[in-house]
Nanobody, 124 residues
Framework: QLQLVESGGGLVQPGGSLRLSCAAS????????IGWFRQAPGKEREGISC????????YYADSVKGRFTVSRDNAKNTVYLQMNSLRPEDTAVYYC?????????????????WGQGTQVTVSS
């Protein structure tokens, strides 16, 4: 069974850090570009980062640039999202997803397999 599982979410104070993990089972992540998305209550899902499978290039939305870092560990079949300097507006459910293209397309529609999401809450 092909599955993506996010973990690492939780409650953190403003200015704090979290590291999210996106682990795959039943397939190898290194064949896919991986995107991170988030959805806050009452808002549309937002693409925030992507790492390509071809060359490891990374991309970030302006809202997280300079604070979040995406990386992949192919040996562990896992992609990470390191989130620093967290703000209350970062509160959302965070999802990872796979794109069979070897580059980051910039379009949510190209991502096929999604995890179940992990809640991140930034609050004092």
């Amino acid at each position: 069974q092909l599955q993506l599982v996010e973990s690492g979410g939780g409650l953190v104070q403003p200015g704090g850090s979290l590291r999210l993990s996106c682990a795959a089972s039943g397939f190898t992540l290194d064949a896919y570009s991986i995107g991170w998305f988030r959805q806050a209550p009452g808002k549309e899902r937002e693409g925030i980062s992507c790492i390509s499978s071809r060359d490891g290039n990374t991309y970030y939305a302006d809202s997280v640039k300079g604070r979040f870092t995406v990386s992949r560990d192919n040996a562990k079949n896992t992609v990470y999202l390191q989130m620093n300097s967290l703000r209350p507006e970062d509160t959302a459910v965070y999802y990872c997803a796979t794109d069979p293209r070897n580059y980051c397309s910039g379009y949510e529609s190209t991502f096929g397999s999604w995890g179940q999401g992990t809640q991140v809450t930034v609050s004092s």
